[in-house]
């Protein structure tokens, strides 16, 4: 099976949604909206259907918002665009955003989207590589601002593995899959989420050597606003978390109706081929297996538990060299969680089904 790979080739631009759409939407006047910018961490795969959905769905509508989604270009390039204002919200690796809190930037998690880790070090299984110490000798790429870049000195810390061994090469994220299928590189530093579903559409079979399983804990995506929008917006968080966590929960329960919008929601992928179908399908399902935890079932979706960010806060501190780090309470707030949860049945349905995407060592 070929995949359309112009998803994968475009490294420019921003992604806007809505073209193409023929849904119909709340009676709101498109004046009375306000209007939010919204960038993803990374391109517009099945990880971020919930953003597109509540668009689709009309959910940001419902609460009195106009939200324009962008992709990203990895969590540490999300960081400064929304410390300088230039988008309202944005997903970023939590270790990433509290290593830029570190230093000066003006961030807080107001909501989680993923509280398993799903960033580490992929390979094609024929690669037999499956743990640390296979990597000395071996050429890895990474995108400099993804957060596996920003986390591999702690994994190196954490698995006492020889840096200088490993060829460290730098591509943008559009290409370090296709570099991967292509026997470029020997592996690639990414986000499960974002690379196995490309590579199971083609039939590949890959190996994960994930950073959590040698000590390196973290929460992982959040979404993350500046410390002032918290402070003078708190109606604006509000609303905007409910339409984005309602988006989140019609994913988990709709899953092949979400793959649909997300299609037609992504110009990218409209008129491509039924492996650009399978991307986003799996990509869904690995998303919602990351947020599968207790903690959420309990307190709602988005919840993010203060143990697992103060064990992240420490990541940061101890393997980052992240000196300055603000009061864990600086970090991230629940203030604006608990509207939006599933019922008890409605939870171990969508548990039972998607614990087979969870990412497994070796």
């Not at 806007?16 to 709340?26: D, E, K, R, T, Y």
């Not at 399902?285 to 903690?295: C, F, N, P």
């Amino acid at each position: 099976m070929t995949i359309d790979r112009r998803l994968f080739l475009k490294s420019t631009g921003a992604l806007g949604i809505g073209a193409g759409l023929n849904l119909s939407m709340p009676a709101i006047s498109r004046a009375a909206l306000t209007p939010v910018k919204f960038t993803l961490a990374w391109l517009p795969l099945g990880t971020f259907s919930y953003a597109y959905v509540a668009k689709a769905k009309g959910f940001f509508e419902q609460h009195g918002l106009d939200v324009t989604i962008d992709r990203g270009f990895g969590s540490g390039k999300v960081c400064v665009p929304v410390d300088q204002g230039q988008y309202e919200f944005g997903v970023i690796d939590a270790s990433v955003a509290m290593n830029c809190a570190s230093r000066g930037l003006d961030l807080i998690a107001v909501a989680g989207i993923w509280p398993k880790s799903p960033v580490g070090i992929f390979s094609l299984k024929e690669k037999g590589i499956t743990k640390p110490s296979d990597l000395e000798g071996k050429t890895v790429g990474f995108d400099v601002g993804s957060g596996d870049f920003q986390l591999w000195p702690a994994f190196v810390k954490a698995t006492g593995i020889d840096d200088s061994k490993v060829n460290k090469v730098m591509m943008d994220a559009a290409s370090l899959i296709k570099a991967l299928i292509e026997k470029d590189i020997d592996a690639e530093g990414n986000f499960f989420g974002s690379i196995a579903p490309s590579l199971w559409s083609q039939n590949l079979e890959i190996n994960a050597v994930l950073y959590e399983d040698f000590g390196v804990k973290s929460f992982s995506n959040v979404i993350a606003c500046k410390q002032s929008t918290v402070s003078e917006k708190p109606e604006l968080c509000k609303t905007f978390l409910n339409g984005l966590l309602e988006g989140l929960k019609y994913v988990y329960l709709n899953p092949e109706e979400s793959v649909q919008l997300h299609l037609q929601s992504v110009k990218e992928f409209q008129g491509g081929s039924p492996a650009n179908q399978k991307v986003i399908e799996y990509g869904q399902a690995v998303s919602t297996a990351l947020g599968m935890v207790q903690e959420v079932k309990k307190n709602g979706l988005g919840f993010m538990d203060p143990g697992l960010m103060k064990i992240t806060a420490d990541t940061v501190k101890n393997y980052m060299g992240a000196q300055d780090l603000p009061d864990i309470g600086k970090l991230f707030t629940n203030e604006f969680i608990g509207a939006v949860n599933l019922t008890e049945k409605e939870w171990a349905t969508v548990e039972a089904r998607s614990q087979k995407y969870l990412p497994k060592q070796g």
